[in-house]
């Protein structure tokens, strides 16, 4: 059984976004269904809609960065109840039995995790998941994330997955007080990388492509912008990094960045889901340097992220827009003009 919603997607990887509707599952007994206040805009959003990383089915509802108050619960649901605030990250289901469940790693699911959108939906037979660009969804107990309520609640949003896709390499990694940590891109993830990598203590280092934004990098918590264009100021930087966040969203260049690290340092790319341009493997064999890669965080360590950003006040810097305007706010962030996240008042696909 299900129920008709509304919705915003796509029908095809050449068409805009268009208002739709979609069919929601009734309430599950270990369900909790919420009424969508806001959905943040990632990249992954663009690239699923386009079609840029193939696999896409359609029609495609993305959004995966979900904010809302419960309406109703299932009858085994104990830790959540109407009214309460909310969100649903990348992610709304895993086995629950295999090793990298249990270990908390729920997006790395041996038997294959179900992605917010455009996943195979367990509930609905013949139909992929629909993302949050909707006015509700319905969503298992276990993948439901508890909101401070301290926090705004839109700024909250991207907390879901640019919160968490940076939080988590940078804990996994142990950045620390003192520690000289770049984070590469200034778009929705690299933001929130530097607001992060600050409240850790480290010497932060903005590395963008985009001048005009050096003075906003230093309001949101980095010490030093490096213009990774400029030879002379990449020059001055070789070798002294602990740690590279790598958020450019296409393959690039990699040498460059990587002549960044130190002896021993890591590079951890979470936006490039492609090929990347060949690079000189002496330039990692010099310096027993590691490049590795990322994927969102599981359900716990994304509950541990949120309960830090209530307790420091920590949300996105985001761009508020109505639904009817996510077509130009998708090619605003192809051309990596937007400050610094945009999030969708879903109040306005009601009207
Ligand atoms: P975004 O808002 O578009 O930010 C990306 C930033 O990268 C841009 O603002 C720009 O910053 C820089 N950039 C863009 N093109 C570049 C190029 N060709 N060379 C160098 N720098 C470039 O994107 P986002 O939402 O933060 O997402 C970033 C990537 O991560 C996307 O590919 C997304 O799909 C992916 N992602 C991965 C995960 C994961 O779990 N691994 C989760 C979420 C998103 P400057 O202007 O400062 O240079
Ligand atoms: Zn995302």
């Known amino acids: 059984m299900a129920t008709s919603t509304k919705a915003y997607g796509v029908q095809s990887e050449k068409d805009n976004l268009k208002p739709m509707d979609i069919q929601r599952r009734d309430v599950g007994d270990d369900d909790v269904k919420l009424d969508i206040t806001y959905c943040g805009v990632c990249h992954s959003d663009i690239h699923t809609a386009r079609n840029e990383w193939g696999g896409s089915t359609y029609p495609v509802v993305p959004g995966h960065e979900i904010i809302g108050r419960v309406t109703a619960i299932g009858k085994n649901v104990k830790d959540f109840k109407e009214g309460d605030l909310v969100g649903v990250g990348c992610l709304v289901d895993s086995c629950q039995e295999c090793a990298q469940c249990k270990n908390d790693?729920?997006?790395?699911?041996?038997?294959?995790?179900?992605?917010?959108?455009?996943?195979?939906?367990?509930?609905?037979?013949?139909?992929?998941?629909?993302?949050?660009?909707?006015?509700?969804?319905?969503?298992?107990?276990?993948?439901?994330?508890?909101?401070?309520?301290?926090?705004?609640?839109?700024?909250?949003?991207?907390?879901?997955?640019?919160?968490?896709?940076?939080?988590?390499?940078?804990?996994?990694?142990?950045?620390?007080?003192?520690?000289?940590?770049?984070?590469?891109?200034?778009?929705?993830?690299?933001?929130?990388?530097?607001?992060?990598?600050?409240?850790?203590?480290?010497?932060?280092?903005?590395?963008?492509?985009?001048?005009?934004?050096?003075?906003?990098?230093?309001?949101?918590?980095?010490?030093?912008?490096l213009i990774s264009k400029n030879e002379e100021e990449m020059a001055k930087h070789q070798g002294t990094f602990d740690f590279i966040l790598n958020t450019i969203p296409v393959g690039h260049k990699m040498d460059p960045y990587i002549g960044l690290l130190k002896v021993d340092a890591t590079m951890v790319l979470v936006g490039a889901v492609e090929p990347l341009e060949p690079f000189n493997g002496g330039g990692i064999i010099m310096g027993r340097k590691r490049i590795a890669g990322s994927l969102i965080g599981g359900i716990k360590e994304t509950q541990e992220m949120l309960d830090f950003c209530g307790k420091h006040n920590i949300v996105s810097d985001i761009e508020l827009i109505d639904i009817k305007d996510i077509n130009e706010a998708y090619d605003r962030v192809v051309k990596a003009d937007v400050k610094y996240r945009f999030v969708i008042d879903m109040a306005s696909l009601k009207n």
């Open 105 to 225: 790693m729920e997006q790395f699911c041996e038997k294959g995790a179900t992605f917010t959108y455009n996943s195979e939906d367990k509930h609905l037979k013949g139909q992929q998941t629909f993302g949050g660009y909707s006015s509700s969804v319905v969503v298992d107990k276990e993948f439901i994330l508890r909101i401070p309520e301290n926090l705004d609640e839109a700024g909250a949003a991207p907390l879901l997955c640019a919160g968490i896709t940076t939080w988590s390499p940078l804990s996994h990694w142990k950045v620390k007080k003192g520690d000289k940590v770049g984070v590469i891109g200034l778009g929705g993830l690299g933001h929130m990388g530097v607001k992060f990598a600050n409240a850790m203590g480290a010497h932060v280092v903005m590395i963008t492509t985009s001048p005009s934004k050096a003075e906003d990098a230093k309001k949101l918590g980095a010490h030093e912008v």
